[in-house]
C-alpha cells in the first residue's frame, strides 16, 4: 500500500514537471510574413530562429502569403477573433487598422535609444493619428534599375534623369535593334501598379487626396496615368507588363529582356548573383527619375512594419520578437535585401560593402518618398485605381474617363 502510494505520488509529481516543462516552452506565436519581395522567406526564418535559439520558452510559426493576401488574412483572422500575434503591415494600413482596431497602439513601448537611432522617415510607416503601431521593419522605394551593358550598347552614356529620356533613351535601344521592348513596369490589377503610379504621380508634382476628396483626375495624377499610357501604347514598355508583379519584372530584367526596371530594392542583389541572373555585374540602379521644373526624382514610400494584433494573447513575447526583427544587429546581417531602418548602419562597412551604387540611390530616394493616401477607406480606393489604370491601358476608358470613375467608387 506505502509502496503504490509513493509510486503513484512519484508517478504525479514526473507527471506535473512534465506538464510545468511544457508550459514554460509552449508560448507560441503566429507570425504572418510576405512571400515576394524584401527579406526571402529563408531570411525570416533564420532571424526567427535566432531569437528562439536566444528565447527558448517562445515558439514561432510563421506563415508566409503573397502581398495580395496579407491584408485579408490580417483582418479576417481578427474578425475570427484570434490567429495571427505578429503581422507585417503596408505603409498604407495603419488608418484602417488603427480605427478598427486590429493593432495595438505602442507607442510607449518604443524606447529613446530607437527613436534616436532609427531615420525619421522610418517612423511614418507605422504612425496614424499621432500613435505609434509596431516598429518599421522594411524601409523601401522604388528605384529603377538599367542594363549597362545595353545603354553602352546604344551609345548611351548615362541613365535618364527624367521620365521624358526614359522614353528617349528606351527608343533609342528599340531603334538599334537591341530590344524590342526596353521597359518593364509591374502594372498588374494589383497594388503593385498603384506603386508604379504613385512613383509617377510624385514625379508629376500630383495629389491624391485635397480635404480627403479625390485630387488625382487633375494635375499630376492625370500626367502619371497619361505617361503610363504612352509608354504603353508606344510599343516601348513590355506589353506583359498589364500582367507583371514585381517578381516577373526582376525575371524578365534578369534575362536581359530588359534595359530599365521599376522596381524595389531586393533586385539589386539578385540581379547582380550569377546564380540567379544573366545580367550579373551589369545591374545600374539610380533613384527613379524626375520631371523638368518639378522633381528631381521621384519614389514611393513601399515601407512596411510589425505589428502586434489586438487579439493576441501574448503581447510582451509578441513585442520581444518584433524588436528582436527589428535590431539594428538583425537588419546589418541580412542588409542585401532590405536596407536598415537605423541610421548609424550607413556607416557599417558591413552594411554597404558591395552594394555603394544601391546606398548611394537610396540616400536621394528614401528622401524623397512620397505616400500614398492616407486613409481608412484606402482598400476601396486602391481598388479603384488599379481598375482605372488597367482601363486606361487596355484602351477601354481615356485617361481622364478612367480617373473620373476611380474618384466616384473610391468611396471617399
Not at 187 to 214: H, M, N, R
Not at 340 to 361: N, R
Amino acid at each position: 500500500m506505502l509502496k503504490s502510494t509513493r509510486n503513484a505520488l512519484l508517478g504525479a509529481t514526473l507527471l506535473g514537471l512534465t506538464f510545468a516543462g511544457q508550459a514554460y516552452a509552449e508560448t507560441t506565436l503566429n507570425a504572418l510574413f510576405m512571400a515576394q519581395a524584401a527579406y526571402s522567406e529563408a531570411d525570416v526564418r533564420a532571424m526567427t530562429e535566432a531569437f528562439t535559439k536566444a528565447n527558448p520558452d517562445v515558439k514561432v510559426n510563421l506563415e508566409f502569403v503573397p502581398y495580395e493576401g496579407l491584408h485579408d488574412k490580417t483582418v479576417l483572422a481578427q474578425g475570427s477573433g484570434g490567429g495571427y500575434d505578429v503581422v507585417l503591415f503596408d505603409v498604407i494600413w495603419p488608418a484602417e487598422y488603427a480605427s478598427n482596431k486590429v493593432l495595438v497602439d505602442v507607442t510607449d513601448r518604443v524606447t529613446d535609444e530607437m527613436n534616436k537611432g532609427i531615420l525619421p522617415g522610418a517612423w511614418t510607416t507605422v504612425e496614424y493619428d499621432g500613435k505609434r503601431y509596431g516598429m518599421p521593419w522594411i524601409l523601401d522605394t522604388k528605384y529603377l534599375f538599367y542594363n549597362k551593358e545595353i545603354l553602352e550598347k546604344a551609345g548611351i552614356k548615362a541613365p535618364p534623369k527624367t521620365w521624358d529620356e526614359l522614353a528617349e533613351q528606351a527608343k533609342a535601344i528599340k531603334d538599334k535593334g537591341l530590344l524590342q521592348t526596353p521597359i518593364a513596369w509591374s502594372w498588374s490589377q494589383a497594388e503593385a501598379a498603384i506603386c508604379d503610379y504613385t512613383t509617377l504621380v510624385s514625379a508629376y508634382g500630383g495629389k491624391f487626396l485635397d480635404g480627403g476628396k479625390p485630387a488625382f483626375t487633375t494635375g499630376g495624377g492625370l500626367d502619371a496615368l497619361n505617361y503610363m499610357v504612352t509608354s504603353y501604347t508606344s510599343g516601348l514598355t513590355n506589353p506583359n507588363s498589364k500582367e507583371f508583379l514585381e517578381e516577373d519584372v526582376r525575371k524578365v530584367f534578369q534575362n536581359g529582356e530588359a534595359a530599365f526596371a521599376l522596381n524595389w530594392t531586393y533586385m539589386y542583389n539578385l540581379a547582380n548573383d550569377p546564380k540567379e541572373s544573366k545580367v550579373a555585374g551589369k545591374v545600374g540602379v539610380v533613384p527613379a527619375p524626375g520631371v523638368t521644373g518639378k522633381s528631381e526624382v521621384s519614389a514611393v514610400n513601399g515601407s512596411m512594419g510589425l505589428g502586434i494584433t489586438a487579439t493576441s494573447k501574448h503581447p510582451e513575447e509578441a513585442w520581444k520578437y518584433i524588436v528582436h526583427m527589428t535590431s539594428q544587429q538583425t537588419q546589418n546581417a541580412y542588409a542585401k535585401l532590405s536596407l536598415p531602418i537605423w541610421a548609424s548602419s550607413y556607416e557599417d562597412a558591413s552594411v554597404t560593402k558591395g552594394q555603394e551604387e544601391l546606398i548611394a540611390a537610396a540616400k536621394l530616394g528614401l528622401a524623397a518618398m512620397y505616400p500614398r493616401p492616407t486613409t481608412p477607406k484606402y482598400q476601396e480606393l486602391s481598388t479603384a485605381l488599379q481598375q482605372a489604370i488597367q482601363e486606361a491601358l487596355l484602351g477601354q476608358a481615356s485617361p481622364e474617363d478612367a480617373l473620373k470613375t476611380a474618384a466616384e467608387n473610391s468611396g471617399l
